[in-house]
């Protein structure tokens, strides 16, 4: 029965992330390439220089549908008040001379489809099945919406950049919720970690520098296409599904010794092996101008053998035992220990949840082999050495510490002041955001289609707006 619990809690948990990324990687293709489309397309919207259109609406719309079911009658007007404030937080961006760099699309791309595919088990079949398009075209699809995303999400940063909140607003604000609907929280834990990777051995590294350099020789001497090489053994999954191409960087982007070889480099130039953290490269310049470079690689990774993994262990057991016996501080231990790699070395070993940005887990938001070590763990206490996946192939071992847990409660100030504040914080961005809103609309050129203007939001900008 507990292989079973395990299980399920481990499907519904990796099936929870998925669809997260899922849903995200999808929402940036609503406002897709309005110019490319109009052509076939019906405008419903101007905003400045910024277009809106029926299938943006129509897009999201169905989307929606498809999440929640019913939906409201007016639901098409609140989805185009929405796209209209973006397309007005667009315009103002290109307005300000607002930039986002290609380097930064390329990177922000690179990671969502890394994230997707790590847990499709980088299968890009299974990618193409779901999204029905492959991933170069969707990537070059995805480019000048993500584009736009970035520079939206730019532009409402440098609004709302100053809101801050004092205690008394905090106080205030809670004080204005009934207390029959102050929320209810769930079980919390804060959590801190020492994380240690096995050492590759050196047997493992030659076999892994051989095979590259037997890789070099087949692209300088039997004329063979380093990009089809790279797709074929690059353990860079993500570069090399790209033939190794890392797109255009600027100075300061790579570790030093990668850096300090591919500036050396005349195009089209492949360097001689190179060895990072992250193993052993080749690279091959493709284009340099000024300060700024792009290049393809490949990577190959030595392998971890089971003793490696042995090692890595039997050191954390030494490392637990002696914080349990006072040897050792639990925050020396980290300094000490930890790999210096890992987010939570430079926060003295505390774990920090990515989805709110704070110390705190949700129980049900746990990892599963994290969920089921603390389960019966008193606040104190240490667990045994558990192993996780760092990236695709690659594993360490970490020891959790568990340093607080909370029981489910009905929100207070006195317990719950960090999630009041956030809260309150980003109500006050709200209000200013809209107030901006309101205050820009006065000085934009807006257009709305007859067939919305019926919308009470819809009237409102039009009744502020610019005229024709």
């Not at 991933?135 to 809101?163: F, H, T, Y």
């Amino acid at each position: 029965m507990h292989l079973n619990k395990e299980e399920h809690f481990y499907k519904n948990s990796i099936m929870k992330r998925i669809w997260f990324l899922l849903i995200a990687f999808a929402c940036v293709s609503f406002t897709a390439s309005a110019q490319e489309r109009e052509v076939i397309d019906k405008v419903m919207a101007v905003v400045g220089s910024e277009l809106i259109l029926l299938s943006d609406i129509e897009d999201q719309y169905s989307y929606m549908k498809q999440q929640q079911g019913t939906l409201p009658d007016d639901f098409r007007c609140t989805i185009l008040d929405n796209l209209l404030a973006n397309a007005l937080l667009l315009n103002q961006a290109n307005l300000d001379s607002i930039l986002v760099t290609e380097e930064e699309v390329d990177l922000q791309l690179t990671a969502r489809f890394d994230q997707i595919l790590n847990m499709m088990n980088n299968d890009p079949t299974q990618f193409e099945a779901y999204y029905g398009q492959t991933i170069p075209r969707m990537r070059e699809k995805m480019k000048g919406d993500l584009k736009n995303q970035l520079l939206v999400e730019r532009m409402r940063s440098s609004i709302i950049s100053a809101v801050d909140v004092t205690p008394s607003e905090v106080k205030s604000f809670f004080n204005l919720v009934p207390v029959d609907s102050l929320p209810f929280f769930s079980s919390e834990v804060e959590l801190a970690e020492i994380v240690i990777k096995p050492k590759v051995n050196e047997t493992q590294k030659a076999i892994a520098k051989e095979r590259l350099l037997e890789i070099r020789t087949r692209i300088l001497e039997g004329g063979e296409d380093f990009a089809e090489l790279a797709k074929r053994y690059s353990d860079d999954l993500g570069s090399g599904r790209a033939g190794g191409d890392l797109g255009t960087a600027k100075r300061g982007s790579y570790v030093p010794a990668f850096e300090a070889a591919a500036y050396q480099l005349e195009d089209n130039e492949i360097s001689d092996v190179v060895e990072t953290q992250f193993g052993f490269h080749i690279i091959q310049q493709i284009k340099r101008l000024g300060n700024s470079i792009r290049l393809r690689h490949i990577l190959i990774k030595p392998a971890i053998t089971d003793d490696d993994l042995k090692n890595a262990y039997d050191e954390l057991i030494n490392v637990r035992d002696l914080i349990q016996t006072d040897s050792i501080t639990f925050s020396r231990a980290v300094k000490k220990y930890s790999n210096e790699d890992e987010q939570s070395y430079t926060n003295d070993g505390n774990m920090v949840n990515p989805g709110s940005g704070n110390t705190f887990f949700e129980i049900g938001d746990l990892e599963p082999d994290i969920y089921f070590a603390i389960d019966t763990m008193e606040v104190g206490q240490l667990s045994a050495p558990l192993q996780f996946k760092t990236g695709p192939g690659e594993s360490a071992y970490r020891i959790i510490y568990l340093k607080s847990r909370t029981k489910p409660h009905k929100a207070s100030l006195a317990s719950d002041y960090s999630k009041i504040k956030a809260a309150t914080i980003e109500q006050k961005k709200s209000i200013h955001i809209n107030e901006w809103v309101q205050e820009r609309i006065g000085s934009t050129y807006i257009t709305i289609s007859p067939d919305y203007q019926e919308c009470p939001a819809a009237k409102g900008w039009l009744m502020r707006g610019i005229k024709p």
